[in-house]
C-alpha cells in the first residue's frame, strides 16, 4: 500500500557532505511524520532526525548543526543533508513514514565515510 524509496547513499571523505533522498507513494493520509534513523554494525538503530506533520523538526543532539531534514509536501519526499561527516556516521540510513496508526520504513541506504 505505501512504498519509500531512499537514494544518496555512497562513500564520502571524512568532512565531505552526502544528501539522502526518499520519496513516498501509495495510499498517504493523515502523515504523522517523515524523517531517518540509522543504524550502524553491532549498533541499534537511532533516530536521525524527523519532521512531523507540523513541521516540527526532532534531532540527535548529537547530530544537530551537521544534519537538516526537509520535507516537500507536494511531492511526498523527505530529504537529509549531511555536512562535515564523520567516520562514526557510517550506518546503514533508513527513511521512515508514520501515517495514523501504521508506520512503514525504505530498504535502507548504506553511507560509508572513510578515507
Not at 2 to 18: A, R
Not at 72 to 83: E, F, R, Y
Amino acid at each position: 500500500q505505501v512504498q519509500l524509496v531512499e537514494s544518496g547513499g555512497g562513500l564520502v571523505q571524512p568532512g565531505g557532505s552526502l544528501r539522502l533522498s526518499c520519496a513516498a507513494s501509495g495510499s498517504i493520509s493523515s502523515i504523522n511524520a517523515m524523517g531517518w534513523y540509522r543504524q550502524a554494525p553491532g549498533k541499534q538503530r537511532e533516530l536521525v532526525a524527523r519532521i512531523s506533520g507540523r513541521a516540527t523538526t526532532i534531532y540527535a543532539a548529537s547530530l544537530k548543526g551537521r544534519f537538516t531534514v526537509s520535507r516537500d509536501n507536494a511531492k511526498n519526499t523527505v530529504s537529509l543533508q549531511m555536512n562535515s561527516l564523520k567516520p562514526e556516521d557510517t550506518a546503514v540510513y533508513y527513511c521512515f513514514l508514520s501515517v495514523g496508526i501504521s508506520s512503514y520504513w525504505g530498504q535502507g541506504t548504506q553511507v560509508t565515510v572513510s578515507s
